[in-house]
């Protein structure tokens, strides 16, 4: 089975810190992707990645960097927490296959849980 | 814009049938995919639909009609597990998922 990893279930940290959320996956999958989710709203993309030390911007970045030194892992940073970052943040990967094959679907991680305080 | 519309909650009985209806107008069309998130977990795929017609897999069915922008996502048989949030998700002509806030299904004995 595909295993998608965040680093932490929970997190609490305070405004003004820089903040880390670490995913990895297990499927060398090229595609992997941080978004966040919050009540009454769609899942919104922040930044996704299809290979090694590429990034592209989602929707809505500001306030977000990543990191993908390596395959497997793609890192989020927030340079310097806010109270309107509070949210769940997930994290997905996928394969890069050719649309029509049905194996293009994305893998999610169990979600981080920030409050930013 | 791109947009994809379903409704915000539903309730249905153990043991009945439930359709969850979801609307898209998005920049291209590559595929639209049902997800499954039970609170405070991750979505799960459901199912995959590129070209019209049902698609049926056990208990749960999806449907498509590109010249409608419609899906639907068919429960059959509905079970107390059932009870979950479900994410309608297009792929537009970039390839990027294009998420639906999620129809939140509460499923009554």
């Known amino acids: 089975d595909v295993k998608v990893t965040q680093s932490s279930r929970y997190l609490v940290k305070r405004t003004g810190e820089k903040v880390f959320l670490e995913c990895v996956q297990d499927?060398?999958?090229?595609?992997m992707f941080w978004y966040r989710q919050d009540p009454g709203l769609g899942l919104r993309l922040i930044y996704f990645?299809?290979?090694?030390?590429?990034?592209e911007k989602g929707d809505i970045p500001e306030g977000y960097s990543v990191s993908r030194e390596k395959k497997e892992r793609f890192s989020l940073i927030l340079e310097s927490a806010s109270t309107n970052q509070t949210s769940m943040y997930l994290c997905?990967?996928?394969?890069?296959?050719?649309?029509?094959?049905?194996?293009?679907?994305?893998?999610f991680g169990q979600g981080t849980r920030l409050t930013v305080v | 814009g791109q947009n994809i519309d379903q409704p915000t909650e539903m309730t249905a009985t153990e043991g009945a049938i439930v359709q969850i209806n979801c609307t898209y107008q998005?920049?291209?069309?590559?595929?639209l995919f049902w997800y499954q998130q039970h609170a405070g977990e991750a979505p799960t795929f459901l199912s995959y639909?590129?070209l019209d017609g049902l698609e049926e897999k056990g208990r749960f069915s999806s449907f498509l009609s590109r010249s409608k922008g419609y899906s639907y996502l068919l429960l059959k048989e509905l079970q107390m597990k059932d009870s979950a949030s479900y994410l309608c998700?297009?792929?537009?002509?970039?390839?990027?998922?294009?998420w639906g806030a999620g129809t939140k299904l509460i499923i009554k004995p």
């Open positions: 998700a297009v792929m537009d002509s970039n390839y990027q998922l294009i």
């Open positions: 639909n590129v």
């Open positions: 990645s299809y290979d090694v030390k590429m990034k």
């Open positions: 997905a990967s996928s394969l890069m296959g050719e649309v029509g094959q049905g194996k293009t679907e994305a893998f």
């Open positions: 998005t920049s291209g069309f590559n595929g």
């Open positions: 499927m060398d999958h090229e595609n």
